[in-house]
T-cell receptor, first 113, second 112 residues
Framework: KAGVTQTPRYLIKTRGQQVTLSCSPI?????VSWYQQTPGQGLQFLFE???????NKGNFPGRFSGRQFSNSRSEMNVSTLELGDSALYLC????????????FGPGTRLTVT | TQLLEQSPQFLSIQEGENLTVYCNSS?????LQWYRQEPGEGPVLLVT???GGEVKKLKRLTFQFGDARKDSSLHITAAQPGDTGLYLC????????????WGAGTKLIIKP
């Protein structure tokens, strides 16, 4: 079974730009969660989608948004990038939700200059 | 304030030694997961503990869930360089809503 894939793996953007990250979950998994990981803050929950519906959202500004498609693939978008948005963005898929076994992708390393 | 406190934050030991990593909270969790993350990769689930007092073994790794389901520990026997990584615990609060609470992690380095 193919694992969780994330594209792109690396990205360099400048302040003020916007970015879209993509996540393809394991086949059959309907839940996708997004996380931001930084050395100072650790793993921070962004949002979780299940069957195209956002079920929960973390404490991030409205510049961070996401969506899920009917095939369970998910995207997250960050608008008006700030230097502090530099981080590893991880997505995780599971059958029913984060409480169940989660499988993480390798992440997208975003650098904002 | 971290809801889940992991300790120590950093540990560097020699191959063959034993170690214990702790994950503590004042909150009750319905379950707790342990992950290991290697550089440049996403976390990989090691184990999920569900019942208070539960002990699970994964080769040289022993995981325990506290009786009150507020804390957990990971014990590694005869550590090997391949155990090097960031160990993360994540808890599912009893009243959670599709969200795990994450610890900040323990960075473990095993020197050959």
């Amino acid at each position: 079974k193919a694992g969780v894939t994330q594209t792109p793996r690396y990205l360099i953007k400048t302040r003020g730009q916007q970015v879209t990250l993509s996540c393809s979950p394991i086949s059959g998994h309907r839940s996708v969660s997004w996380y931001q990981q930084t050395p100072g803050q650790g793993l921070q929950f962004l949002f979780e989608y299940f069957s195209e519906t956002q079920r929960n959202k973390g404490n991030f500004p409205g510049r961070f948004s996401g969506r899920q498609f009917s095939n369970s693939r998910s995207e997250m978008n960050v608008s008006t990038l700030e230097l502090g948005d530099s981080a590893l963005y991880l997505c995780a898929s599971s059958l029913q939700g984060p409480s169940y076994e989660q499988y993480f992708g390798p992440g997208t390393r975003l650098t904002v200059t | 304030t971290q809801l889940l406190e992991q300790s120590p934050q950093f540990l560097s030991i020699q191959e063959g030694e034993n170690l214990t990593v702790y994950c503590n909270s004042s909150s009750v969790f319905s379950s707790l997961q342990w992950y290991r993350q290697e550089p440049g990769e996403g976390p990989v689930l090691l184990v999920t503990v569900v019942t208070g007092g539960e002990v699970k073994k994964l080769k040289r790794l022993t995981f325990q869930f506290g009786d009150a389901r507020k804390d957990s520990s990971l014990h590694i026997t005869a550590a090997q360089p391949g155990d090097t990584g960031l160990y993360l615990c994540a808890g599912d609060l009893v009243e959670s809503n599709y969200q795990l609470i994450w610890g900040a992690g323990t960075k473990l380095i095993i020197k050959p």
